[in-house]
């Protein structure tokens, strides 16, 4: 028995890293009788068959797991956005940074193409949201050194929608990679998917990386009913007041005496990150606890 960690799962296959090979493995077929995927980031224990095959025999314990992407054990969510074409809205990044912050991990803002556009409003927005912000530019290369910096001895999931360049990024930051790069489409303002699985790679500086799809991808199996409880606690800069309202179980929407609302008008929390908890939370209200459980057997 070896133990690795799954690097690429395509078609059924997982591609484990032992640190002496890639063995290309077969899952055992007692994880889908329990419901259960091995993910690529999941340290694995694997039986070898000989010539560099084997089977996943142990899923060992996770720091975290995504559904879509499907994921694990991330450090962090580099998310890439953009103000040139495609422009990200803000709504996009918050989804995602709520998700990371329910599994303990850390989110890095990346603004593209600031050779076409610095994104100044996006820079603010979560600059003083106290997320990590960095600018810039795959076609230039400005920024790349500090993004290195900052994923250097982490294993970090890159996600944004699509066009934004995530491809791109990655080929900047070592350009061995070579991944394919799709153009943005004039009368869309949007491109096409260039990443149709999902993949981690070993980086030059001393980071990895995991290329995964866009948003698109990070749909409504996350938006569940633990976020719905714990959603006001996802959003970082809420933390210093959320302890400070005058009534237990506040939703910070529109209570009377709520320190959220007023840290909002004294301009400690960004409107736009405020429009998007509300915006969440509507989206989570309807969700009811019995809906969960029924959601839950369906994947059994």
């Given at each position: 028995m070896s133990e690795g960690r799954i690097q690429k799962a395509l078609s059924g296959f997982y591609y484990v890293n032992t640190g002496s090979e890639i063995l290309t493995c077969r899952a055992r077929g007692k994880f889908r009788r329990e419901g259960i995927s091995p993910l690529v980031g999941d340290r694995v224990e694997v039986r070898e068959l000989g010539n560099g095959d084997g089977f996943v025999e142990k899923i060992l314990p996770r720091r975290n797991a995504f559904a879509r992407p499907a994921v694990a054990n991330i450090d962090q969510l580099v998310v890439i956005a953009s103000a040139a074409i495609p422009k990200t809205a803000p709504f996009l990044i918050d989804r995602v940074a709520a998700i990371a912050a329910l599994k303990g991990c850390d989110v890095v803002i990346v603004l593209n193409k600031c050779d076409l556009d610095s994104a100044d409003e996006l820079y603010e927005i979560y600059h003083a949201a106290g997320f990590p912000?960095?600018?810039?530019?795959?076609?230039?290369?400005?920024?790349?050194?500090?993004?290195k910096a900052q994923i250097t001895g982490k294993l970090s999931a890159f996600t944004g929608n699509s066009g934004v360049g995530k491809s791109s990024i990655l080929n900047a930051l070592d350009p061995a990679f070579s991944i394919e790069t799709g153009e943005v489409s004039d009368a869309l303002g949007r491109g096409r998917h260039t990443t149709r699985h999902v993949e981690l790679y070993r980086l030059a500086c001393g980071g990895e990386v995991v290329d995964s799809p866009g948003f698109s991808s990070f749909e409504t199996d996350e938006l569940n009913l633990e976020l719905k409880h714990r959603l006001p606690e996802t959003f970082r800069e809420f933390s210093p007041?959320?302890?400070d309202c005058r009534f237990v179980g506040c939703s910070h929407t529109k209570e009377k005496g709520c320190a959220v609302r007023a840290a909002l008008k004294r301009g400690e929390i960004q409107m736009s990150r405020y429009e998007s908890y509300l915006r969440l939370y509507e989206e989570l209200k309807s969700l009811k606890d019995w809906q969960e459980s029924k959601k839950q057997e369906s994947k059994r």
């Open positions: 912000t960095i600018r810039v530019s795959a076609e230039t290369g400005d920024g790349i050194e500090e993004l007041f959320l302890e």
